[in-house]
Structure formats: C-alpha cells, structure tokens
C-alpha cells in the first residue's frame, strides 16, 4: 500500500495548530521530559553521561504550561476514538496523567511499563537504577466512537520473557535499549527502539490509517509507521535531526 510520511521542522503546538481538527488515528509523543540539567553528571566507568539538552529543559510552570498546551492541540487534532500515547519517566509522567485526568471525553485505557533489561547503571550510587520509562495510552472518546485495540493480533505479535506467544498481553513489556543497529543514520540522544513503535502502532490502528508524532526526533515514529502500511506526520523543533529522518525514511524504500 502506497503511504505518504510528512515531515515538519517546526514547534509542535504551532505546528499542530495547522492541522485540521479530528483527522488523526493515533498519536505518539515522546515529548521532552525535563530531565536535563545544565552540568550532566559523568560515569567514570563508561562514556555515559546524563542528558544535557537545551530542548530538554523548562522551568516547573513553564514545563505545566508546555505540556497542557500541547497536549490541547494534539485531542483537537485526534480523531475521536483515536488515542493518544504519550511516553515518560517519573520526571513528566505524573503531571502528563494529571493533565489526561483533567480533561472530558479523555480515558486512560493502560499505561504501560517499558523495562529495560540493559538499562544505564546509576551515575550517583544513591539510589535504585531507573530500568523502565512509562507509557499512557489514552483514547478521544465521543460521537460513540471506540477505540481501537487489534485484540488478537496483539496475541501473537507481542512476546519476550513477561508475554509468552499466544496469550492476552500485559502491560508491561521488555525491550532493550535501542540497538546500534537502529542508529546507523546518525546520533539522536533519546531515539526509541523500533520494537516500541511497532507494538503501538500495530495495536492500535489499521492499515492506511495516519500516526502523528508531535516530537518525532530521528524519526522512529515515521519509519515504522511506513514499513507497517500507515501513514505518518512528524514534527521537530531541530532541524539538525532532518538529516537522520529523511535517511532512515529513505531506507524504508529498499
Ligand atoms: C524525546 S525526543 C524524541 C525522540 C524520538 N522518539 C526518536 O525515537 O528519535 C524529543 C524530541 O522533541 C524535539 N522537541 C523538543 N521541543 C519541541 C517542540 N516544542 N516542538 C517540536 N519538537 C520539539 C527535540 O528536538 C527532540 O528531538
């Protein structure tokens, strides 16, 4: 099936705010988390070293203000009966629930936990190690629309050590750290591993039906939704990414 895969160098909430209302199925944002701060800390035994990214970094009210906002612009967009998932860390994913929870119409279907089985050791010694990062799957319910959830393939499409083949699937989902192979088009700090992407998008949409990801960095949402049949918007700020994106999109024609 030919798909077409749009991507915008722009801010997200401007940019949303061109696209026509309720003309997208699903949604994946993997936005900022605020996590960085100005002087990362290193790991003496590794060249590891904690997030450091301007785009990354808010003040506590203007992080609110970033994440209600977009968060508007990307219901009014969504199609009712589409969903909205949006990936965080104990950093954002509160205050994005929060917001979710505020808002008519919005149901939180699952979040899901992603664990990391290869997860960065902790820099400081003086606490756990983060192994797993959380996703919300909300859905935009209205007009008597339901969600979609591709229930059986589910079954057969998601399985590592914790969702043995052939069975209803929980919400928690092993997947390593994204492979290098994955990153052969260029450098991007946070890209997400395929296997996420495609486990959603196979979840919860059909076949030549749109994803749009408001913050779509090198483009994992794009390439995926392209080699699954479904079309794709991408937004990002930096245009230095567009490099990475074309290039991994371009690799989906071979
Ligand atoms: C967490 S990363 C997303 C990574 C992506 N999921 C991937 O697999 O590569 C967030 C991205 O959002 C971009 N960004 C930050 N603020 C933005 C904004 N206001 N509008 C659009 N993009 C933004 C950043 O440049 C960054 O590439």
Redesign the pocket.
Known sequence: MKTTHKIIIG???EELKKIPTESIELIFA???YNLSKKNGLGWKYSKHVTMQEE?DMFSKDGYYKFNKEWIKEALRVLKHGGSLWICGSFHNIYQVGFILQQIEDVKINNSIVWFKPNAQPNITCRMFTESTEHLIWASKNGNNQKWTFNYEDTKNLIFDNINPKGKQTRNVWSIALTPKKEKWAGE?P???PEELLRRVILACTKPGETVLD????????SVVAKRLGRNSIG????AK?LNIINRRLEQQNL
């Open positions: 801010d997200a909430i993997d936005p900022p785009w991007h946070t890209q997400k408001p913050f779509v960095g090198s483009g994992t949402t937004i990002e700020k930096e990414y």
